[in-house]
């Protein structure tokens, strides 16, 4: 039943998208785009919930912010927080609850982002450490469970020097429980976000996949990562 659920993400997310567009004329004749903040930074989310009717477009993430601290979130390429699919819960400005169907659709390169092609159920917990102008981290332990079960934990931040560009680093692992194999991530590079277009960010940089450690010889193959985030405020 879990891989009946894959096909529906893409139909999903672009029902989400003409959806929140179609508020948004419905409330403004003018032409006008309020900012809204990205709710990721490469592949790991950030840890706080939009406001109510915050819609992001991206590459990586398309996502929309309810009342009462609710987030959904689709992913055609990679995912966020290791889940393609779902719905993110705040509990309180550092500190998120992730839910939904495990899975990458597409990847930029070779290999994909999760150890597992086949779709799972999966959740993750997003706590921010640390939070200011010029740098922001998070933690973020996950679980996946149905055809094949792991569990691991992800870490990044962004460190933002200038108002226009920030750094953006992550690590990943995961721990199959299967065959107990280590897997290892890392990717990094940059956002832009220029001040004249606060609602657009740009993200290039580098993604080593997910390797296995403890094997005789551990190889993996990097690629190009990059994004286009285009996030606003609907009404």
């Not at 996502?63 to 927080?81: C, E, T, V």
């Not at 740098?135 to 962004?158: K, R, W, Y």
């Not at 609602?199 to 010889?217: C, H, K, P, Q, R």
């Amino acid at each position: 039943m879990i891989k009946q659920f894959k096909f529906l993400v893409v139909i999903l997310s672009l029902g989400l998208c003409v959806w929140a567009q179609d508020r948004t004329r419905s409330t403004s004749s003018e032409v006008s785009i309020t900012a809204a903040e990205p709710t990721h930074y490469y592949y790991i989310p950030t840890a706080n919930v939009n406001p109510p009717n915050c819609l992001v477009v991206s590459l990586h993430e398309m996502s929309y912010s309810f009342p009462d601290n609710l987030q959904l979130q689709a992913s055609i390429l990679d995912n966020i927080g290791r889940i393609a699919f779902g719905a993110k819960y705040g509990f309180q400005d550092n500190l998120s609850l992730g839910v939904g169907l495990a899975n990458t659709l597409a990847h930029i390169g070779p290999g994909h982002h999760g150890i597992y092609k086949d779709s799972r159920l999966g959740a993750y917990l997003c706590y921010g450490f640390v939070k200011n102008p010029a740098f922001e981290a998070v933690v973020t332990p996950h679980m996946q469970i149905f055809n094949g079960n792991s569990l691991g934990c992800d870490v990044g931040g962004m460190a933002t020097p200038s108002p226009f560009w920030s750094v953006i680093w992550e690590v990943g692992t995961s721990i199959d429980v299967n065959n107990s194999n280590f897997w290892f991530n890392t990717d990094g590079g940059i956002r832009i976000h220029p001040p004249s277009i606060p609602f657009m960010n740009f993200d290039a940089g580098i993604d080593v996949s997910e390797f296995v450690l403890n094997t005789t010889n551990p190889s993996t193959t990097p690629s190009i990562y990059f994004d286009a985030i285009f996030s606003m405020v609907t009404r």
